[in-house]
Nanobody, 124 residues
Framework: QVHLVESGGGLVQAGGSLRLSCTAS????????MGWFRQAPGKEREFVAA????????GYPDSVKDRFAISRDNAKNTVYLQMNSLKPEDTAVYYC?????????????????WGQGTQVTVSS
């Protein structure tokens, strides 16, 4: 079992930055790949970023590439999402998720555990 808790969301102006954190319980965090997803009102959940178990491989969709960066600290059981140059269209609830695999994945079905989400609102 992995319990995930996100933090760091909030209200920011367009062009600003936020860093989200997701802390996991359990002693097997380092064996999981981690991902960030987001869901805006009336829209489907979408992939934002993923990182493999060791942190050596990351992946992003074109919509956030070069603006967002995922990283992890296995000693702290924490994964981060640094978000720069934020746009109003980035407004959503952001969820972190854990997949019992060593490879990073953009597919939500690969993830077994999900956090409760943290709201990010970007004003224009």
């Amino acid at each position: 079992q992995v319990h995930l808790v996100e933090s760091g969301g909030g209200l920011v102006q367009a062009g600003g930055s936020l860093r989200l954190s997701c802390t996991a319980s359990g002693r097997t965090f380092s064996s999981y790949s981690m991902g960030w997803f987001r869901q805006a009102p009336g829209k489907e959940r979408e992939f934002v970023a993923a990182i493999n178990w060791r942190g050596g491989t990351t992946g992003y969709p074109d919509s956030v590439k070069d603006r967002f960066a995922i990283s992890r600290d296995n000693a702290k059981n924490t994964v981060y999402l640094q978000m720069n140059s934020l746009k109003p269209e980035d407004t959503a609830v952001y969820y972190c998720a854990a997949a019992p695999a060593h490879y990073s994945s953009s597919y939500s079905d690969d993830y077994n555990y999900w956090g409760q989400g943290t709201q990010v609102t970007v004003s224009s």
